[in-house]
């Protein structure tokens, strides 16, 4: 076990709606970061949040957003959901920017 | 051509074997390279970094990499049934040094049969 729990572990939305997704980073670990990784796919980068602040992002649209509080935990929320949002979405935490990522058991989403 | 590219597989190989995983790269400027492992279901999970040309050993594992020809390889000596799972290669791509941006292959299942 990593030490980084996400919540939900599985939930169930409809096309247009709003979600939102937790995590708890190993402790020590400054930096979340977030992946979703579609069925048969590798895991692809959202952004990552240090010290509150997102400090990249990768070609997700401007509804994927996130949070991180001083406690280091972070949100990741979705608006107007799509069927293509249908994926596990991976939370990563970490010691700065070397890459060793240390994921959460993650959240499956199904957008019906 | 896909940024890093991975055969899907399935790999299969007898117990106690070899087996070797490859993944090859589009960005030459890249300088970190991770092999993580996936057991269906379940999340990935670091088995070994490299950031120099050559080989690195850990236990049964070893990675090799060659950045002239934008290779990496993960072998698995002594193949466990254990070991059967999806292994992703990921790739911290030079424009990304301030943040974990990495990469990933989609990934090649290995299947190792007793």
């Known amino acids: 076990e990593t030490g980084v729990t996400q919540s939900p572990t599985h939930l169930i939305k409809t096309r247009g709606q709003q979600v939102t997704l937790r995590c708890s980073s190993q402790?020590?670990?400054?930096?979340v970061s977030w992946y979703q990784q579609a069925l048969g796919q590798g895991p692809q980068f959202i952004f990552q949040?240090?010290?509150?602040?997102?400090?990249g992002r990768g070609n997700f649209p401007p509804r994927f957003s996130g949070l991180q509080f001083p406690n280091y935990s972070s949100e990741l929320n979705v608006n107007a959901l799509e069927l293509d949002d249908s994926a596990l979405y991976l939370c990563?935490?970490?010691?700065?920017?070397?890459?060793?990522?240390?994921f959460g058991e993650g959240s499956r989403l199904t957008v019906l | 051509q896909k940024e890093v590219e991975q055969n899907s597989g399935p790999l299969s190989v007898p117990e106690g074997a070899i087996a070797s995983l490859n993944c090859t790269y589009s960005?030459?400027?890249?300088?970190?390279f991770f092999w993580y492992r996936q057991y269906s279901g379940k999340s990935p999970e670091l088995i070994m970094f490299?950031?120099?040309?050559g080989d690195k050993e850990d236990g049964r594992f070893t990675a090799q990499l060659n950045k002239a020809s934008q290779y990496v390889s993960l072998l698995i000596r002594d193949s466990q049934p254990s070991d059967s799972a999806t292994y992703l290669c990921?790739?911290?791509?030079?424009?990304?040094?301030?943040?974990?941006?990495?990469?990933f292959g989609a990934g090649t299942r290995l299947a190792v049969h007793p």
């Open positions: 949040y240090y010290r509150e602040e997102e400090n």
């Open positions: 402790s020590g670990h400054n930096t």
């Open positions: 490299i950031y120099s040309n």
């Open positions: 960005d030459r400027g890249s300088q970190s």
């Open positions: 990563a935490s970490s010691v700065g920017n070397t890459g060793e990522l240390f």
């Open positions: 990921a790739v911290k791509p030079m424009f990304s040094g301030g943040y974990n941006k990495l990469i």
